[in-house]
């Protein structure tokens, strides 16, 4: 499932990181039990201490380490699988056999590489800790990061990129239109691609990446999964799905092609598919037990409804358009006002206006909002929730 076509070489990807995990797990048990032996005095214990190590060792490496395989079916709407040690798991597809070990790097969802709202904008910003992580406009929209003090700035990759995620020491993205899903190492080695796999809408989560599928192989626009090794490829929802928010077990999307276009729920696992409302979506983030939507029913105004299809409410009259969330806070586009930055609660109250430039893409990260500017967004900026601050990034 994966194919190397950087410059700087990989190792083969599943030995690579088997390789790391077993030799810092040999190398604390030997220290421990190295101390242990000088007390102790005891060379018998020792190497008796060391046997169950050296038969998972054996077992391993002859491809028969405890805990089985897995196997996926995969289906149109339900998910058929059974698992039983993730971590040694082996694809059913063809050509899909990775084995990763990843840090998580709570942002929201636990494991989550970057929030459904960014997501949704396009991924082009993400903090991780000291960093950010960040579609450089001014430089033909490659990979760049840079520290949260404005130092550091380094460029990571030259290709265009979009839907960025980051957990751990790794980076996921496609291309700002959809393509090939990627990974890369936060200090910029290890690129690497899955291929055959062309997605938006990337979510990394834990240890599952959910997209939109863009290849015409399976269903076009769909929503699928796939473990982050590359394997259990499975399709959750197979018509074309727009806005996909993924809060818990539940994933929110609108299904936007074909008649009854409408506002759905269904669960990581493929099951239980709900409708929630018939109003048509042209903006929509989740937070908590509330939906925001930009109902395009009704001049794409500002509205809520909770998660179960209630108490649908209208909060504002502007013409709204790439919704993103912070705190009680609502931050839009409003299309009304030439694509101006606005601000407002999510009671409906406090509108405020942010900026007087032409502002898309709306991505939170830390306290700044970053946006792209112009029609061909050739400029990007940054801006303080108060509408201080703002600053083109270069």
């Excluded at 694509?339 to 032409?358: A, F, M, P, V």
Aim: with cysteine.
């Amino acid at each position: 499932m994966f194919q190397t076509y950087s410059a700087a070489p990989i190792l083969d990807i599943e030995g690579f990181h088997e390789f790391q995990a077993m030799r810092g797990r040999i190398s604390a048990f030997f220290l421990t039990e190295v101390r242990m032996m000088k007390t102790r005095n005891s060379i018998v214990a020792g190497l008796a201490a060391f046997l169950p190590l050296i038969l998972v060792l054996v077992m391993a490496i002859n491809g028969c380490a405890p805990g089985g395989t897995t196997s996926t079916t995969k289906t149109s709407g339900t998910s058929q699988q059974s698992t039983s040690n993730p971590a040694t798991s082996t694809a059913s597809q063809t050509g899909a056999a990775t084995t990763q070990t990843q840090e998580t790097a709570p942002t929201g969802n636990e494991g989550e590489g970057n929030t459904s709202a960014n997501l949704n904008n396009n991924g082009i910003a993400v903090q991780q800790g000291d960093w950010i992580y960040f579609q450089n406009t001014s430089d033909n929209q490659k990979l760049f990061k840079i520290k949260t003090d404005g130092t550091g700035k380094v460029m990571l990759d030259e290709q265009k990129v979009g839907y960025i995620n980051v957990v751990g020491d790794l980076i996921y993205y496609s291309s700002p239109s959809g393509g090939y899903i990627n990974m890369i190492k936060t200090d910029g080695t290890g690129q690497t691609r899955f291929k055959n796999i062309s997605a938006s809408l990337i979510h990394v989560i834990g240890d599952w990446i959910y997209y939109r599928n863009d290849s015409f192989e399976g269903d076009y626009y769909a929503i699928y999964k796939m473990r982050i090794d590359g394997s259990d490829i499975t399709e959750l929802n197979s018509a074309r799905s727009d806005y996909i928010n993924i809060q818990g077990d539940w994933i929110y999307f609108y299904e936007y092609y074909k008649e009854p276009k409408a506002m759905y729920k269904i669960k990581t696992d493929g099951t239980g598919k709900t409708k929630i409302c018939d109003d048509l979506c042209n903006s929509m983030v989740v937070a908590g037990d509330w939906i925001y939507y930009a109902n395009k029913s009704d001049g794409s105004k500002l509205y809520k409804i909770r998660t179960d299809g209630k108490n649908r409410d209208k909060l504002n009259d502007d013409d709204c358009k790439y919704l993103n969330i912070s705190g009680d806070w609502i931050y839009y586009s409003n299309r009304a006002d030439g694509l101006k930055l606005y601000k407002i609660k999510t009671d409906g109250s406090g509108r405020t206006k942010l900026n007087d430039i032409y502002s898309n893409n709306l991505n939170i990260t830390g306290d700044w909002l970053y946006f792209l500017f112009g029609d061909m967004e050739e400029q990007q900026f940054k801006i303080k929730f108060d509408g201080s601050g703002q600053t083109e990034i270069k």
